[in-house]
Structure formats: C-alpha cells, structure tokens
C-alpha cells in the first residue's frame, strides 16, 4: 500500500508540474500572438509607405515629362506644375513665373521664360531623384519587415506547437494519476479485506 500511495504521490506531483508548464506555454503563445500582432502592423505601415513613395515618384516622373514636352501647356498642367513647386517650397518668382513659360511652345519663349522652364525643371528632377531613394530604401525596410513578420509567425507556430505538447503531457500525467490513485484503491481495498478475513478467522479459533 505504500508503494502505492508513494506512486499516487508522484503521479499528483507530476501532474502539478505538466499543468505548470502548460500555463507556461500558453502565456508564451500569448506574448508570442502579441509580438507577431505588432510585427505585422509595422509591416503593413512599411509596405504603405512603401507604396506611398511609388505613387509620388510616379506622379513626378507625369509632371516632369509634361515639363519636358515639346508643346505648350495647357492651364490645368501649369497649374499642377506651379502647386507641385509651391509645395516643393521653389522661390515664390519662380512659381509664379511657370503658367506663362510653360504656357508657351519652346520656340516662342523667351530668355527669360527658358530661364523658368529650367529651374522647374530642376527642382522636378531634383525632387524625382529624392522619391526614388525614398522608393529604394522604402522597398528594402519592406522586405526586412516582412522577413521579421515571417520570423515572428515562425516563432509563434513553434510555441504553438509546444503549448500542444504540453497540454497533451498533461493530460497523460492525469491518466496516469487516475490509474495510479485506482491502482492504491484497490490495494488499500485488498489489504482490508485481507485484515478482515484474518481478524474473522482468528475470532473463529
């Protein structure tokens, strides 16, 4: 019967621990979700901006070729021209000079209107030059980030899984408790009915 309870004891003993690290696994899936939960707004927020960096080099690459053409704009097109300058912080003169030169064919502008084309035309290709750094450091903080979303999921399945086993070595800990704690029932049962029938026989005698 001792042997038995001792077993009993250890299966409980071995029991409480599966159950701790179980309730360990779980809280690591759990920081795991978290950190792979911040991993992939990060990413998404860089391959945003990313995209964001593409659509302004795109539309200076527009600007810069209507600029380039050999016709004379139309008000609409110097007027996107002028906004884009303005916003680029170009020399208040310059801006305003654009509508007039650009609304000009080449070969009627004057000196001065030349002058004006090739300074927009500078601040343009100044500025594509800078999206499209933006663009090429933007591609590679996209790819590292979604290499550390990939990296994050990883981790996060491995504690899954680890969790998974622990839960199921918790359950064959309680299976066998249950069969060790039957197991000293039983003898514990064995040894009265023994005690019985020799307390009965010696009564007889």
């Known amino acids: ?28 899936v759990r920081a795991e979700e978290a950190l792979h939960g911040s991993t992939e707004a990060e990413t998404q927020q860089a391959l945003q901006e990313h995209k964001g960096h593409e659509t302004r080099t795109s539309e ?22 002028a906004d884009f300058l303005a916003a680029q912080r170009a020399e208040k003169p310059l801006v305003v000079a654009v509508p007039s ?16 084309v090739d300074s927009a035309t500078k601040v343009l290709r100044d500025a594509l030059a800078e999206a499209q750094a933006a663009v090429d450091a933007g591609a590679q903080a996209a790819r590292n980030a979604e290499a550390e979303l990939l990296g994050a999921w990883a981790v996060l399945d491995c504690a899954r899984d680890r969790a998974a086993a622990a839960e199921s070595a918790l359950s064959a800990a309680k299976a066998a408790l249950a069969e060790a704690q039957s197991a000293h029932k039983a003898e514990a049962a064995g040894i009265k009915a023994a005690s019985e029938r020799l307390q009965t026989a010696l009564a007889e005698h």
């Open 60 to 81: 200076i690459e527009t600007l810069l070729a209507l600029a380039d053409g050999a016709a004379a704009l139309g008000a609409d097109a110097s007027a996107r021209l």
């Open 1 to 28: 019967a001792a042997r038995a309870g001792e077993a009993a004891g250890a299966a409980g003993a071995d029991v409480q621990a599966k159950a701790e690290a179980l309730d360990a696994a779980k809280a690591a």
């Open 101 to 116: 030169a650009f609304g000009l064919a080449p070969d009627a502008r004057s000196q001065f209107d030349g002058l004006v």
